[in-house]
């Protein structure tokens, strides 16, 4: 294993910004490698050519990421990263497929070149089908499974990325798996496996451990990998994360005081520092989990998106168009919802806000997008409540009257919780408040919450 200062000798990896569409140079990467895959192409013994193939492939993706600075609200205005996304995403798809079909005349018994090439192609068909919100194919689980216990010590009871190989490429796998990308925008989850590689040294899967253990998978009977609970326990493969810890908190910390490493010269620093953040969480000792039972229910659910339109419908600002979806569970934190893949409108993002309300209900809701996932061709969405009660109220701030969603009622000495647009609240400035004939003084507290659009912070009400 690579030592701290071998891993924060960031002297390589810089990439220069493309010079050509993004999405064409990915497509036409794909389209080169499938032929490439063909036999009547390949010499006897091509395990080198094959590497070589993949390389470039890998490279291609890796030099037409897109940059440029990102707006507030987490969008490059220069690329649409969703379309690129995509591309990529069926693109790793088409060569996945062309693999398969090369292996196929391999024997039973593949080499360990052409073992390694499949497992990495597989390693970023999970990655790419996690990205773009997808479930990744539970076949794909099974071969990654396979070809890992064909490669493993079978007497070993620890595997690492120092085991190289197929076991790299699989540790890798289930990395991107635990990473929780469902919960962030699109180009966040590109940020996040970014650090995922990067740490990729630090991790490692134990047989039989579950001390510590974030997931576990059983590649013979339960290849795709199991978040693990407090209560669960089973034969298997457990995935350990927390070696990882020291490296991210140190290159958070840079990155918090705006060193960017050379190994990630080209990325944003603050999508690589909301990144390492979202790593040490979900990573950490006690990650987060859902805190209420959900209950399954069905029923319509009536939604209003963005915080400009939920102002506006607060503000009874005549008709404010809303779509219907499905709900499938509630829970006191919130709600699931799926919406069909026949839906017109663009599926919302994590972190959207949200008015929402059961059909036959009366009162609006204020929250906010926490997970989108496609499966089936549906997108389900986990929705967490932030108010049941939200009330548009006007405040002050010392420069100009706005009127802000207030979370909470208005008690003193109690904390409430102020929604606004970004860039709407001062930092450490206090807000003031004339309710109920008088005036009441908010002091901030530490702790916000950045959304698309707005941002949420918490006030004591003195």
């Known amino acids: 294993m ?23 140079a990915v497509e036409e990467a794909a389209q080169i490698l499938c032929v490439q895959l063909r036999p009547e192409h390949l010499p006897a013994d091509a395990s080198a050519e094959i590497s070589a193939f993949i390389d470039d492939f890998f490279g291609a993706i890796n030099e037409s990421v897109p940059l440029g600075v990102l707006q507030n609200d987490g969008h490059s205005p220069d690329v649409d990263w969703g379309v690129w996304i995509c591309a990529v995403r069926e693109s790793v798809g088409e060569v996945f497929s062309a693999y398969q079909a090369f292996v196929a005349g391999q024997g039973e018994k593949l080499p360990p070149a052409v073992a390694l090439g499949f497992a990495r192609i597989a390693a970023q068909f999970v990655r790419w089908e996690l990205v773009d919100r997808h479930v990744p194919d539970p076949d794909v689980w099974a071969l990654l499974g396979q070809l890992f216990v064909d490669s493993a010590d079978a007497d070993s009871v620890q595997a690492s990325a120092d085991d190289g190989g197929v076991v790299r490429e699989y540790l890798r796998a289930l990395a991107y798996q635990s990473a929780a990308l469902d919960q962030l925008q699109q180009v966040g989850a590109v940020g996040v496996c970014r650090l995922v590689d990067l740490v990729l040294p630090f991790l490692s ?11 576990v998978v059983n590649p013979p009977t339960s290849p795709t990998p199991v978040r693990l609970s407090r209560s669960f326990a089973a034969p298997g493969w457990y995935f350990h994360p927390a070696g990882a810890a020291e490296f991210l908190a140190e290159l958070h910390g840079q990155l918090i005081r705006g060193v960017l490493p050379p190994v990630l ?21 006690r990650p987060p989990v859902r805190r209420f039972r959900r209950h399954l229910v069905d029923g319509q659910l009536l939604v209003v998106r963005g915080y400009v339109n939920v102002k506006g419908l607060f503000e009874a600002r005549g008709e404010v168009a809303n779509r ?139």
């Open 324 to 462: 219907a979806w499905l709900i499938t569970d509630l829970s006191r934190g919130g709600v699931g919802a799926l919406i069909y893949k026949e839906e017109t409108q663009p599926v919302p993002e994590a972190g959207e806000l949200l008015a929402f309300r059961p059909k036959d209900g009366v009162s609006w809701h204020l929250g906010v997008v926490r997970r989108v996932r496609f499966a089936k061709g549906d997108a389900e969405v986990g929705i967490e409540t932030l108010s049941v009660r939200p009330e548009l109220v006007r405040v002050d701030d010392g420069r100009v009257p706005v009127e802000l969603f207030f979370c909470d009622p208005l008690q003193r000495g109690e904390a409430v919780r102020v929604i606004a647009p970004v860039g709407v609240l001062r930092e450490g400035a206090p807000l003031f408040v004339n309710a109920e004939g008088r005036v009441s003084k908010l002091k901030q507290l530490e702790g916000s919450m950045a959304g698309q659009g707005f941002e949420l912070r918490a006030y004591q009400v003195l």
């Open 2 to 24: 690579k030592s701290r200062g071998d891993i924060f000798d960031f002297t390589l990896g810089r990439r220069h910004a493309p010079t050509r569409d993004p999405v064409a």
């Open 205 to 215: 899967v134990r047989r039989g451990d579950a001390h510590g253990a974030l997931y």
């Open 265 to 285: 010269a080209g990325h944003d620093p603050r999508l690589l520092r909301d990144a390492a953040l979202h790593l040490r969480r979900h990573w950490s000792a």
